[in-house]
């Protein structure tokens, strides 16, 4: 039913890549909106497949596509969604989509025509990783996305972007070649690539032994991708360095290509190699989030932080991933959204605040945001609190939930490792708390910000009535117009305020999410559970 939508969801952004071949003259008044139009026509095809959904049946594949890709090699091109995959290809959809309205209006700097064509095949990457359902198209869609990641960190990044560029393709394209070991150990193992067959056998055909083998090859190659401490060390530069853009959809969607990859292969298919190796996931996992909660408080970039808080974010996902129950695993997903729009949200912030202060490093920032910026300062404590997981918001159920998964983990799995691993990510938990805390008072309280006075002549304006008050060495000689006047533009609060709402509804109402993937899971899970 309705299977073409998958094939549109790909084809409108290739579509608007290829258009951008033509000659430059002819597409030279529409540029500034060509982004928007061919992403905004994505996201109304993936608010079609929300509308259509059959919520009754979320564990069953529709939307479906199987048609013969590689007929010699028994390859198909295979496509189809659940309950699993439809929150992300939503979310990815969004994501892009606001990341043009933001350029649409904020100005996309030099190469325009580039960067929208870099946006939108790393788009069809995206999109296509949540739609494969064979391993070898699976793999392709999730190799896709690196080059122009690549290009998007190398060409519009800051000053250092050449060696953090290089640095993130290294990383990737080595954890890529041994995930594709581990996916051709499987179909030499079982005959198949279909990932729908593979997951409904549970591993039937394949040796514990190969499953292990399997299971650490893939695994390897998703957790780079995720990233799982200690292969994340790719992460910290190529944040710091990507535009905003870029910083957004790495964090908000490139990094959910790995968990994702746990959900959908590693775990169901390989679950006998999942159950032996899961001990030593929850171990990563848990490090990974108190090393990232601690290199967090020693930040003195605001970018950087935020880039060393989504390895503690996603060491929750692993961790929940680790327990091979439906709470955990379910926790593990959700944690995927809630990050996804939290962590968005917060480099949309960041790289907003680098553009009025022409630095993201806090002490250089001051503080005094709320004051200065009362709106934007605002919106970066929001979505901090709701980053460190405060009840009522989307960060708190993930964590909540990966932590219960740990405390009863599945049948064969060692409960008293488990339960030192909740104890543990519950430090950092808190850690996670006194991190943003911190951020929070450097930055956005405090009488005023250094980075207030005026640059040149064009940014003088009057002072406002309470400073004339102020004692005469503690108050500023001048202010500037993007101090005072310069808060939360309009373009701007258009491309946040869906991030907010969505937030506090999956806060408040977190049954819309995991209605969706509690029964897929249990599906999934069904050789462990």
Partial sequence: MMGWIPVALLAVPLLGALLLLLPPRALRDVLRSYGLIFSGVTLALSLALLATFDYGAPAGIQYELDQPWIPGLGLRFHLGIDG????????????????????????????????????????????????????????????????????????????????ASIKFILYTLLGSVVMLLGLLLVWAQTGTLDIEA????????????????????????????????????????????????????????????????????????????????????????????????LACLAQRDLKRMIAYSSVGHMGFVLLGFATLTPVGINGALFANVAHGLITGLLFFLAGAIKDRHHTAEMPALGGGMLATMPRLGSLLTFASIASLGLPGLAGFWGEMLALFGAFQPADGLPRGLFLTYMVIGGLGAVLTAAYFLVMLSRVTHGRRAPAAVARTPDDLVPLDDHLIHEPPDERPVVATRAAVLDDVRRYELAAWTPLVILILLFGLWPGLLLSLTTPPVQTLLGAIS
């Fill in 84 to 163: 699993v995959s439809l929150p992300l290809i939503v979310l990815t959809a969004l994501l892009t989509f606001l990341c043009f309205v933001y350029l649409r209006w904020g100005g996309m700097g030099a190469r325009p025509r580039a960067l929208v064509f870099t946006m939108l095949v790393l788009e069809v990457g995206m999109i296509g990783t949540f739609l494969a359902l064979d391993l070898l198209l699976f793999f392709v869609f999730f190799e896709i996305v690196l080059i122009p990641m690549y290009f998007l960190i190398g060409i519009w990044g800051g000053e250092g972007r050449r060696a």
């Fill in 198 to 293: 593979l997951s409904a056998a549970h591993g039937a055909g394949m040796p514990r032994s190969v499953q292990i083998l399997a299971f650490v090859a893939i695994g390897i190659g998703l957790a780079v991708k995720t990233p799982m401490w200690p292969l994340h060390t790719w992460l910290p530069d190529a944040h710091t360095e990507a535009p905003t853009v870029g910083s957004v959809l790495l964090a908000g969607v490139l990094l959910k290509m790995g968990t994702y990859g746990f959900a959908r292969i590693a775990i169901p298919v390989l679950p006998e190699g999942a159950a032996a190796v899961a001990p030593w996931l929850g171990a990563f996992a848990v490090v990974g989030i108190v090393y990232g909660a």
